[in-house]
C-alpha cells in the first residue's frame, strides 16, 4: 500500500434523519483496502437528486440514515490499496462516487472510492468546476452518446438547456458536430446561445409550431429531455418520423407511447445510479469521466457554476439554496 499520513477521524457533514438539518461531526476515518483508494475530498457538487435522497423521497436512491451525502466529488489521492493501477498517491481525481445505496457521499474530509468510477481532473478545470461535472456529464453522455448515437448529421434537441444536464448535454452534442436547439424560458436565451445552440422559448411556441420552424415539420433526430412529465409526452410528438429517438433522464410516471409509436420512433430511458447501486459497469463512468477531462482540457467544455461559496460547514445551508430553486448554477461545497 502507497499512502501518506492521514488522520484516524475526520468531519463529515452527517444527515442524522429526515427533516432534520446536516450537523457536522468527528467520525472515524474510512481505511483503504484492497482494490481501494482513499481520496482527501476537495469538493462536492450538490445535484436535485440529494434533496430527494435527504427528505426520503428517492425510492429508487436508498440511502439508510444516520449518512454521509455527497454524489459528486474531486479530491486527492492519499492512499491506494492493493490492486490499484491507475492511480497513484498525489494524484487529483474526480467522479461520481457514492452517497446513494448504503455508500458513504463525498460530504467529509476523506472518502473511500472504487478507483473504476474515477478519472483524473482535467487541468483546465478548478476543484470547484470539476466537482460540478460527474452526475450531469454521466447522464448527458449516457443519454446522447451510449444511447442516440449522437454525431453530425443530427439534429438534437435539448428539454431545459439550461439546466445542470441540459447545459452540460448541449456541449456534448455540439462536440459531436450536431446541430443544437433547446428549450429553456426567455430569461435563458443569451446563455443558451453563448453554447452554441438555438434557443427555443417553449412558453410561445407550440410543439407543432416548432418542429415546423426548425425542421420543416420531419421532427427531431434526436430529442433529451431532462425535465419529465408533459416535457416528455412533447418528445414523443416533435421527433423525427422513422428514425427519431427520444431519451429521457426523468422517465418517471404513466405516459402514453401511441405518439411515438404513429412516428415509428425509439425511446431510452437514463438511470444514472445504476453502477453504484448495482457494482456493475462501474468501469464505464471511469471512461465517461476520462471523456469530461478529454472535453475540458480541449475547450469544449465549462460547468455553469453559482458564484455563492459553501463550506462543510455551511452544507446545511447550501442544501437549502438549492431546494429554494434560486441557484444560477451548479452548487458547490467546498472541504477544508
Do not use: C
Not at 459528486?72 to 497513484?88: P, R
Amino acid at each position: 500500500m502507497n499512502a501518506i499520513d492521514f488522520p484516524s477521524s475526520m468531519l463529515a457533514s452527517v444527515q442524522e434523519s429526515v427533516g432534520e438539518p446536516m450537523r457536522v461531526r468527528s467520525v472515524p476515518a474510512p481505511k483503504v483496502e484492497a482494490g481501494q483508494v482513499l481520496v482527501r475530498v476537495q469538493a462536492v457538487g450538490l445535484n436535485p437528486l440529494d434533496t430527494k435522497i435527504r427528505s426520503g423521497k428517492a425510492g429508487h436512491a436508498q440511502h439508510p440514515l444516520p449518512a454521509i451525502l455527497g454524489i459528486d466529488m474531486t479530491g486527492v489521492v492519499v492512499a491506494v490499496g492493493n490492486g490499484v493501477q491507475e492511480f497513484t498517491v498525489g494524484d487529483e481525481v474526480f467522479g461520481m462516487t457514492g452517497g446513494v445505496g448504503g455508500v458513504q457521499g463525498a460530504l467529509a474530509q476523506y472518502a473511500v472510492v472504487d478507483p473504476a468510477l474515477l478519472a483524473h481532473k482535467p487541468s483546465a478545470f478548478t476543484a470547484r468546476e470539476a466537482a460540478a461535472t460527474p452526475l450531469v456529464f454521466i447522464t448527458a453522455w449516457e443519454g446522447l452518446v451510449d444511447r442516440a448515437h449522437v454525431g453530425p448529421d443530427k439534429k438534437v434537441l435539448i428539454h431545459g438547456g439550461a439546466g445542470g444536464i441540459g447545459h452540460v448535454a448541449i456541449q456534448i452534442a455540439k462536440a459531436f458536430g450536431a446541430t443544437v436547439y433547446a428549450t429553456a424560458s426567455p430569461p435563458h436565451r443569451a446563455y443558451i446561445e453563448s453554447l452554441g445552440a438555438t434557443f427555443i422559448d417553449y412558453q410561445q411556441q407550440s410543439v407543432d409550431e416548432y418542429v415546423a420552424k426548425y425542421t420543416e415539420g420531419d421532427g427531431f433526430d434526436i430529442i433529451f429531455d431532462t425535465v419529465g412529465g408533459a416535457t416528455l409526452d412533447n418528445s414523443f410528438q416533435a421527433v423525427r418520423r422513422y428514425h427519431g429517438h427520444v431519451v429521457s433522464a426523468l422517465g418517471w410516471g404513466t405516459h402514453s407511447i401511441a405518439p411515438l409509436s404513429f412516428r415509428a420512433g425509439t425511446y431510452s430511458g437514463v438511470f444514472t445510479l445504476m453502477p453504484l447501486l448495482s457494482g456493475r459497469d462501474r468501469a464505464h463512468h471511469g471512461e465517461i469521466m476520462r471523456e469530461a477531462a478529454r472535453l475540458a482540457d480541449a475547450g469544449q467544455l465549462r460547468l455553469r457554476i453559482d458564484q455563492n461559496r459553501f463550506t462543510l460547514n455551511t452544507a446545511e445551508e447550501a442544501y437549502q439554496y438549492l431546494e429554494s430553486g434560486d441557484a444560477g448554477g451548479k452548487i458547490v461545497v467546498e472541504v477544508e
